[in-house]
C-alpha cells in the first residue's frame, strides 16, 4: 500500500467532496419544471416540442400510481425498440464488418440488460454489435435508463419533502428534462474531453494488422447453424496424490494435489456438458473502430458500465491515459453524491443530506482499503512457496493502471451500479473479490447508480428510524413525519425482493447442469461466479467473475428475469413508499425526535445497512469467497 495510492485516494475524495455541492444545486433547476438554467435559451424550445409531440402536460402531476404506470410503460417501448434493432442490425445501415443478428436469448438479454441500467454483456461487443446497433440501440437506453433511475429518485424525495400531497411530479417531465439538461450536455463535453485523451470516435471499418508471429489459439467449435458445440466429460476435483504406502505426498509441506473424478453417491463419475474447443491459426489482428467516445461518456456518468469493447475500460481506447481513468471514477460517482446534497436542500435539511453522504463514504472506503490490502497483499500461495511478488496481485490487471487503481476502481464501480471495470474481478484474490459482491450485496446503496443508490439508500433511512423508535419506545418519526407499518412493509418488501432473486436464481443455477456447465473454475471460486452473477444481475450493476461462461439460453434467461426483478420490483415499493409518505402531515419536532443527522445518526444508519442489507448473504459468501480465502492460505486452488 504505497503512498502515492494514499495520495490519488485523498485526491479522489476531495474532487468528490467539491463537485457533490454544485451537481446537487444543478440538479434543483434541473428536477423543477420552473427552475431555469443556463442552456434554457438553448434547450426551451426543444423541452416544449417535445412535450407537445408527446401530448404530455408538464404542469400536470402524477400521483405514485399514475408516475410509475408511466416509467413502466416507458421501459417496456424502450426494451422492445432495443430488443428489435439488436435482431434486425443485419438488414440496417452502419454494420460495415457485416455483423448478424443476435440470437433470441441473447438479444432478450442485452435489451432487458441495458433497459435496467444493468449492461450485463454476455457476449463481445466488437465482435457482435454493428455501429447502429452502439449507438441506438445501446447508447439511448443509457440515456434513458440513467434518467429513469434519477426520476425515481426525485419523485422519492418529493415524497418526504411534501406533505398533504397527492402527486409526486411527472414522470415524462423528469425523463426528458434529466436527459435534455443534465446527460446530454455533460456528456458532450466529456466525450470531447475522452477525444482529446486519445479515445476513438469514428465510423471506419476495423483495422487489419498483419502479425509478425502467428500463433495458435482455442476457440470453441461451432455447428452448421453456428451454435456451439457441447460434449460430455466426467467433473474432476483435486485430491491428495497418494505414495505407494498410501500416504500423501508433499513437496516443501504442501499437499501435492492430482485432478480425479468426482464420484456420485452411486460411486459413478459426475458428467457435465461443456464446450468442445479447437484449434485456431491467428495470422492478423484486428483493432477495432467505430464511435466509442460517445458511447464511454454515458456508460460512466449514467452508471450503465456497459464497455464498447470486451475488455472494456482495461482496454487502451476505452481508457487511454491516467487522467481519463481517473475521471472516469469520478463521473461514476458525480451524479449519485450530487444527488445527496438535492436531497438535503429539498428536505431543507442540509445536515441530513451530509449524513446520508457521509454514510456512504465511510463504506465506500472501507471497501477501498480491504481490497486494496488484499491485492496488494498477493496470493497466499506464493507466500507459502517462498515467492516474493513486490507489486501483489497483478493477475488480470492493467499494468498502465497497477493495484491501487484497480482496486479503486473496483470498489467504485460496484459502490455504484456501473459494472464498468479496468481490472478482470475474477482475478482478485478471494478477500479482495469480496469486496466487488459484497458492495453489489449491500444494494449498492455506496453512492449507487444515478438515482437508484439514493432511493434505495433512503429505504435503510426509514428503516434506520423506525429501529431508533423502537429503541426509545415512541411512534418513529422521519424529517416529521410518522413511520408506520406501510412504509415499513414496503421497504422490506423492496429489499426482500433482491434477497430472493440473488440467493434463489443461485441455489437453482449451482443445483443445474446448465449452470454447472458454465463454471470456469471448480470448488468455492466456481460457486463464487454463479453467485456474483446473479447478485451483479438483480443489483443492476453488469460486472461479473468474467470466467463463467453465461450466453447461453438458460443463463440468458434467468439472468434477465433477475434484472428485472431487480429493477421493477424494487422500485414499486418504493413508489409506493413514496405516495404514502407525501401524504402524511408534518409534525413539530419534540424532546424525543431522533435526529436524522450527526454521528449518531451515521452509526444507526451503517449499522442498518450491514445488518439488514448484509446478513441474508452471509451464507453464500461463507460458502463463496471467505471458504475460499481459508482454502488458499492452506495451499488449495481453483
Given at each position: 500500500?504505497?503512498t502515492?495510492?494514499?495520495l ?8 468528490l ?19 431555469k438554467t ?13 412535450f ?5 402536460d ?17 421501459s417496456l417501448?424502450s426494451?422492445l425498440?432495443t430488443?428489435?434493432?439488436?435482431r ?6 452502419l ?11 441473447l ?19 466488437e ?7 452502439q449507438m441506438?440501440?445501446?447508447?439511448l ?11 425515481i ?24 428534462r434529466?436527459?435534455y439538461?443534465?446527460?446530454l450536455?455533460?456528456?458532450v463535453?466529456?466525450?470531447?474531453f475522452?477525444v ?12 487489419k ?5 502467428s500463433f495458435?489459439?482455442q ?5 452448421d447453424?453456428g ?6 466429460i466426467a467433473?474432476?476435483?483435486?485430491a491428495?496424490?497418494l505414495d ?8 516443501n ?8 473424478p ?5 460411486g459413478?463419475?459426475m458428467?457435465?456438458n ?6 485456431q ?5 484486428t483493432?477495432v ?9 454515458i ?27 481517473f475521471?472516469q ?8 453524491s450530487g ?7 429539498m428536505?431543507k ?9 457521509a454514510?456512504?463514504?465511510?463504506l465506500?472506503?472501507a ?6 490490502y488484499?491485492?496488494s497483499?498477493g496470493?497466499p ?26 482496486a479503486?476502481?473496483a ?21 479482495g ?5 459484497f458492495?453489489?450485496q ?10 437508484a ?10 428503516l434506520?428510524?423506525?429501529i431508533?423508535g423502537?429503541?426509545v ?7 416529521g413525519?410518522?413511520?408506520q407499518?406501510?412504509?415499513v412493509k414496503m ?5 426482500l425482493?433482491?434477497a430472493?432473486s440473488?440467493?434463489?436464481?443461485t441455489?437453482?443455477?449451482a443445483?443445474?447442469d446448465?449452470?454447472?456447465?458454465g463454471?470456469?473454475n471448480?470448488g468455492?471460486h ?7 452473477a446473479y447478485?451483479s ?17 438458460w443463463y440468458n ?11 421493477f ?7 409506493g413508499?413514496?405516495g404514502?409518505l407525501?401524504?402524511?402531515?408534518v409534525?413539530?419536532p419534540?424532546?424525543?425526535t431522533?435526529?436524522?443527522?450527526g454521528?449518531?445518526?451515521v ?18 459468501l ?11 492460505a492452506?495451499?488449495?486452488?481453483f
Amino acid at each position: 500500500m504505497q503512498t502515492s495510492g494514499w495520495l490519488q485516494l485523498g485526491l479522489y475524495v476531495i474532487a468528490l467532496t467539491a463537485i457533490t455541492k454544485p451537481m446537487g444545486l444543478y440538479l434543483m433547476q434541473v428536477l423543477d419544471i420552473n427552475g431555469k438554467t443556463w442552456l434554457d435559451p438553448l434547450l426551451r424550445p426543444l423541452e416544449r416540442l417535445t412535450f407537445r409531440v408527446m401530448g404530455v402536460d408538464p404542469q400536470k402531476e402524477h400521483n405514485w400510481k399514475q408516475y410509475t404506470w408511466a416509467m413502466l410503460l416507458f421501459s417496456l417501448v424502450s426494451c422492445l425498440f432495443t430488443y428489435a434493432i439488436l435482431r434486425l442490425q443485419q438488414i440496417l445501415p452502419l454494420n460495415p464488418q457485416g455483423f448478424g443478428p443476435m440470437s433470441e436469448h441473447l438479444a432478450f438479454n442485452t435489451a432487458v440488460s441495458f433497459t435496467t441500467n444493468t449492461n450485463w454483456q454476455s457476449y463481445v461487443g466488437e465482435s457482435t454489435l454493428s455501429y447502429l446497433a452502439q449507438m441506438v440501440g445501446l447508447t439511448l437506453p443509457n440515456f434513458t435508463s440513467a434518467a429513469t433511475g434519477i426520476a425515481i429518485a426525485a419523485a422519492l424525495v418529493r415524497g418526504i419533502a411534501r406533505h398533504g400531497a397527492k402527486t409526486l411530479g411527472n414522470f415524462w417531465v423528469d425523463l426528458v428534462r434529466t436527459t435534455y439538461y443534465l446527460l446530454l450536455p455533460i456528456c458532450v463535453v466529456f466525450a470531447i474531453f475522452l477525444v482529446s485523451q486519445g479515445m476513438i470516435q469514428n465510423f471506419k471499418p476495423y483495422t487489419k494488422a498483419k502479425l509478425t508471429e502467428s500463433f495458435t489459439t482455442q476457440v470453441p467449435k461451432t455447428d452448421d447453424k453456428g451454435q456451439q458445440v457441447m460434449t460430455n466429460i466426467a467433473v474432476m476435483v483435486q485430491a491428495p496424490k497418494l505414495d505407494t504406502k498410501g500416504q500423501p505426498m508433499m513437496t516443501n509441506g504442501v499437499a501435492v494435489v492430482v485432478d480425479v473424478p468426482q464420484l456420485d453417491a452411486k460411486g459413478q463419475p459426475m458428467m457435465t456438458n461443456v464446450v468442445v474447443m479447437v484449434d485456431q491459426k491467428v495470422e492478423e489482428q484486428t483493432i477495432v473502430q467505430g464511435p466509442m467516445a460517445s458511447q464511454v461518456a454515458i456508460k460512466m456518468l449514467g452508471t450503465n458500465g456497459g464497455g464498447y469493447a470486451n475488455a472494456n475500460a482495461a482496454h487502451p481506447f476505452e481508457n487511454p491515459t491516467p487522467l481519463s481513468n481517473f475521471l472516469q471514477m469520478l463521473s461514476i460517482f458525480a451524479i449519485g453524491s450530487g444527488l445527496t446534497y438535492y436531497l438535503g436542500r429539498m428536505t431543507k435539511n442540509q445536515a441530513h443530506g451530509w449524513s446520508v453522504w457521509a454514510a456512504m463514504m465511510v463504506l465506500f472506503l472501507a471497501g477501498v482499503l480491504i481490497c486494496w490490502y488484499a491485492e496488494s497483499a498477493g496470493n497466499p500461495i506464493h507466500h507459502q512457496l517462498g515467492v516474493v511478488v513486490a507489486d501483489g496481485n497483478m493477475e488480470g490487471k492493467e499494468v498502465r493502471f497497477g493495484i491501487f487503481n484497480s482496486a479503486l476502481f473496483a470498489t467504485i464501480t460496484t459502490d455504484a451500479s456501473c459494472g464498468a471495470v479496468n481490472a478482470m474481478h475474477d482475478s482478485f484474490t478471494a478477500l479482495g473479490g469480496l469486496v466487488p459482491i459484497f458492495n453489489i450485496q449491500l444494494g449498492e446503496v455506496v453512492v449507487g447508480g444515478v438515482g437508484a443508490g439514493l432511493y434505495g439508500m433512503l429505504v435503510f433511512v426509514v428503516l434506520a428510524v423506525f429501529i431508533a423508535g423502537l429503541m426509545v419506545g415512541r411512534t418513529p418519526e422521519y424529517l416529521g413525519k410518522k413511520i408506520q407499518s406501510y412504509e415499513v412493509k414496503m421497504a422490506m418488501l423492496s429489499l426482500l425482493v433482491l434477497a430472493i432473486s440473488i440467493l434463489g436464481f443461485t441455489a437453482w443455477a449451482a443445483v443445474s447442469d446448465w449452470g454447472l456447465a458454465g463454471l470456469n473454475n471448480a470448488g468455492a471460486h466456481g460457486f463464487s461466479e454463479i453467485f456474483y452473477a446473479y447478485s451483479s444481475a438483480t443489483g443492476n450493476n453488469g460486472s461479473a467473475f468474467a470466467g463463467l461462461t453465461a450466453n447461453t439460453p438458460w443463463y440468458n434467461t434467468t439472468l434477465a428475469l433477475a434484472m428485472l426483478i431487480g429493477r421493477f420490483l424494487m422500485i414499486i415499493p418504493i413508489m409506493g413508499m413514496a405516495g404514502s409518505l407525501a401524504l402524511k402531515k408534518v409534525s413539530p419536532p419534540s424532546a424525543g425526535t431522533f435526529p436524522v443527522s450527526g454521528f449518531t445518526f451515521v452509526v444507526l444508519l451503517l449499522g442498518t445497512v450491514l445488518l439488514i442489507g448484509a446478513l441474508n448473504f452471509l451464507p453464500g459468501l461463507a460458502l463463496g469467497p471467505i471458504v475460499e480465502h481459508f482454502l488458499t492460505a492452506q495451499g488449495k486452488l481453483f
